[in-house]
């Protein structure tokens, strides 16, 4: 199970908790402390929205945050993020 909180991303396995969150000197973590959203895709990528740093997209396989800011990519027109949606192309 995944909880968002103010400090990260929580993953329970039912037996403990693996905390992720922000480290500003690692490329691969979390954008921001504050999470405000969160996405299972149909691939089992975890979208994480954020406060202040756009969207986290988590691949489970590599235990890796992937970024894209506001203006990268189209759709993403700001930095605060509230919620995703997923189409039936799995876009």
């Keep these: 199970m995944w909880f968002a ?22 490329e691969y973590s979390l954008s921001d402390f504050r ?3 969160l996405m299972e895709d149909s691939r089992g990528f975890i979208w994480v929205g954020t ?3 756009g969207v ?8 890796r945050f992937y970024h894209i800011k506001a203006g990268e990519t189209p759709g993403v027109q700001t930095n605060h993020i509230l919620s995703f949606k997923e189409d039936l192309e799995g876009n």
């Design 51 to 53: 406060v202040t740093g």
């Design 5 to 26: 909180t103010q400090d990260g991303l929580n993953l329970y396995d039912g037996y403990g908790i693996k905390v992720y969150t922000f480290y500003p000197d690692e």
């Design 35 to 37: 999470i405000s959203c």
């Design 56 to 63: 986290n997209v988590f691949d489970p396989v590599k235990e």
